[in-house]
């Protein structure tokens, strides 16, 4: 018999889960609205902005299937623990990188720690709290990690008026050190490893994260080098062999990370489907929202951080409702509807302009958006829990998780090279009958590296200055307009999927309302009871 751990024992350890899966979340929405200053540091363009968010979601949706096993073969506490203290080394990494260069590389490290500690953090909750006291726990777990993704936006805006970016990832060093004093001190060591624990799945793993990386690198480098440059078709060519081969191996692996006999139940496969079109449309809200609202809006990276707030506000008050309703009802119709009303939220960003006016032009978006979010994130997540066998719940829970990541990676990759293929024709069109001088031409070339931003017409004649201006800041809005509505399509093709592909199950084996949050805090609520 276990030896029953006592309240501050279990409420210390519930302290240090949520701080371990906060600074994950809190790190991932205080990137974002850093990202204009980041390049007016460091340089790099539209492409430098995109990996510096991408080279942390690869590693990161890469990895985080087999997070599981390793907390299985090594211990969850231990792995916890080096998840947490890399996350933190990693950050400190990030805050004193001397080029753009490095701070990618670094992000990437941030995104191998994450994988280890966000599933490591909910099998420490597993482990810790008995399955009575275990939903709460679970629930208090996932809600302030949605509130870390709220103070993200928030905090970071206002370290960067009083402060540079690299205070973003100072930040987390002292958070991640009084986390992993709590794990050493206070979390208490599980049992032995389990008989026929999984094993760990590395060439699974290789093979997805380079399959991932050839075209996500092929994506955000085209614009720069074309189509037909070997730089760009020998990555894409070889990610999708590397992607085949991904497959093969997880078809014969004894312990796939993606076991594929899970897509053979519809409610599984349709949901998965669903959850990539609908996350990487939210990415693609967020990355260009952000960017657009900054570089030409002329917010203030607090302020954008604000803009966003009422998607938050609205999930936080309307998700449950709508999760209630779908175990009522069933999730078809929540499936299929909220999409499209999404979509149509997507689709009123049309109406945004160069001097753009959040109340008229921003807000009526943002909050259509929010609703259809709502309508669609807990019925989602429950269909796809309940798609799979209990004793799968975990693993089906994972794969949700990973395939959300991917979607954000694939989504912003593959948009932002139709943004800036976009931009640099729009803006050739604004400026095919203006007269431009060498310095002229050189500001052109060098404004086609940062879509959705004014370029820097220092020295300029004043009539080629103003010309410049004028068409990237069309430019940028063709694009921006481009952006949304290629984001509108794809959440959209998600809502039908959902009416097509969704049936309702008779008796529901996990309730929609217990999954409020869905992947955008990491796991649903019910995910590892099944586990054990």
């Given at each position: 018999m276990p030896t029953p751990i006592d309240a501050r024992t279990k409420r210390l350890t519930l302290i240090a889960c949520i701080m371990g899966s906060g600074i994950v979340l809190l790190d991932g929405t205080v990137v974002n609205v850093a990202l204009p200053t980041i390049q007016r540091a460091l340089g790099g363009g539209l492409a430098a902005q995109q990996w510096v968010v991408n080279g942390y979601l690869l590693t990161l949706s890469s990895l985080i299937l087999i997070g599981g096993s390793l907390g299985d073969l090594f211990g969850e506490r231990r792995v916890f623990a080096l998840g947490v203290s890399g996350f933190g080394a990693a950050s400190l990494a990030c805050a004193l990188s001397p080029t753009i260069g490095v701070l990618v590389a670094m992000r990437a490290l941030q995104g191998v720690a994450g994988a280890l500690l966000v599933p490591s953090s909910l099998a420490v909750i597993v482990n810790t709290f008995p399955k009575d006291e275990r939903g709460a726990a679970i629930g208090s777990w996932t809600a302030w990690g949605a509130i870390a993704g709220v103070l993200g936006p928030l905090a970071g805006g206002e370290l960067l008026a009083i402060g540079s970016w690299r205070w973003l990832f100072v930040i987390n060093?002292?958070?991640?050190?009084?986390?992993?004093?709590?794990?050493?001190?206070?979390?208490?060591?599980?049992?032995?490893?389990?008989?026929?624990?999984?094993?760990?799945?590395?060439?699974?793993?290789?093979?997805?994260?380079?399959?991932?990386?050839?075209?996500?690198?092929?994506?955000?480098?085209?614009?720069?080098?074309?189509?037909?440059?070997?730089?760009?078709?020998?990555?894409?060519?070889?990610?999708?062999?590397?992607?085949?081969?991904?497959?093969?191996?997880?078809?014969?692996?004894?312990?796939?990370?993606?076991?594929?006999?899970?897509?053979?139940?519809?409610?599984?496969?349709?949901?998965?489907?669903?959850?990539?079109?609908?996350?990487?449309?939210?990415?693609?809200?967020?990355?260009?929202?952000?960017?657009?609202?900054?570089?030409i809006g002329g917010y203030t990276p607090l302020q954008s951080g604000m803009a966003t707030l009422p998607v938050t506000v609205i999930m936080f008050v309307l998700s449950r409702r709508f999760g209630a309703l779908a175990d009522r009802f069933g999730p078809r119709f929540f499936m299929g509807a909220g999409p499209l009303v999404a979509a149509c939220g997507l689709l009123l960003f049309q109406r945004i302009g160069t001097e753009v006016d959040?109340?008229?032009?921003?807000?009526?978006?943002?909050?259509?958006?929010?609703?259809?979010?709502?309508?669609?994130?807990?019925?989602?997540?429950?269909?796809?829990?309940?798609?799979?066998?209990?004793?799968?719940?975990?693993?089906?829970?994972?794969?949700?998780?990973?395939?959300?990541?991917?979607?954000?990676?694939?989504?912003?990759?593959?948009?932002?090279?139709?943004?800036?293929?976009?931009?640099?024709?729009?803006?050739?069109?604004?400026?095919?009958?203006?007269?431009?001088?060498?310095?002229?031409?050189?500001?052109?070339?060098?404004?086609?590296?940062?879509?959705?931003?004014?370029?820097?017409?220092?020295?300029?004649?004043?009539?080629?200055?103003?010309?410049?201006?004028?068409?990237?800041?069309?430019?940028?809005?063709?694009?921006?307009?481009?952006?949304?509505?290629?984001?509108?399509?794809?959440?959209?093709?998600?809502?039908?999927?959902?009416?097509?592909?969704?049936?309702?199950?008779?008796?529901?084996?996990?309730?929609?309302v217990d999954c409020p949050g869905g992947q955008l805090v990491g796991s649903p609520e019910l995910v590892s009871a099944a586990r054990v």
């Open positions: 060093i002292p958070l991640a050190a009084a986390c992993v004093a709590l794990i050493l001190f206070v979390v208490p060591r599980a049992e032995p490893r389990r008989a026929g624990a999984r094993k760990i799945d590395v060439p699974g793993a290789l093979l997805c994260a380079a399959g991932l990386a050839g075209p996500v690198f092929a994506l955000i480098e085209q614009p720069r080098l074309g189509w037909s440059s070997p730089e760009v078709v020998v990555p894409l060519v070889a990610g999708v062999f590397l992607l085949g081969a991904f497959l093969w191996q997880e078809a014969r692996a004894p312990d796939p990370m993606l076991p594929l006999g899970l897509f053979k139940r519809r409610n599984f496969s349709a949901g998965n489907i669903e959850t990539f079109s609908m996350y990487a449309g939210l990415a693609v809200l967020f990355f260009f929202l952000i960017l657009f609202l900054q570089q959040y109340v008229s032009e921003v807000l009526p978006g943002l909050l259509v958006f929010a609703l259809g979010l709502s309508m669609t994130v807990a019925p989602l997540t429950a269909a796809v829990l309940a798609g799979a066998d209990t004793t799968q719940a975990g693993i089906a829970s994972g794969v949700n998780n990973a395939i959300a990541r991917v979607a954000g990676l694939l989504g912003t990759a593959a948009v932002g090279a139709a943004v800036a293929g976009s931009f640099g024709s729009s803006l050739d069109e604004h400026l095919s009958g203006v007269r431009l001088g060498p310095a002229a031409r050189a500001a052109v070339a060098e404004a086609k590296r940062l879509p959705l931003g004014r370029p820097d017409v220092h020295g300029l004649l004043s009539a080629q200055a103003s010309a410049l201006t004028k068409a990237a800041e069309q430019a940028s809005l063709h694009s921006f307009h481009l952006g949304m509505a290629i984001a509108g399509l794809l959440v959209a093709a998600g809502g039908v999927v959902g009416v097509v592909g969704i049936r309702n199950p008779k008796a529901p084996n996990v309730h929609a």
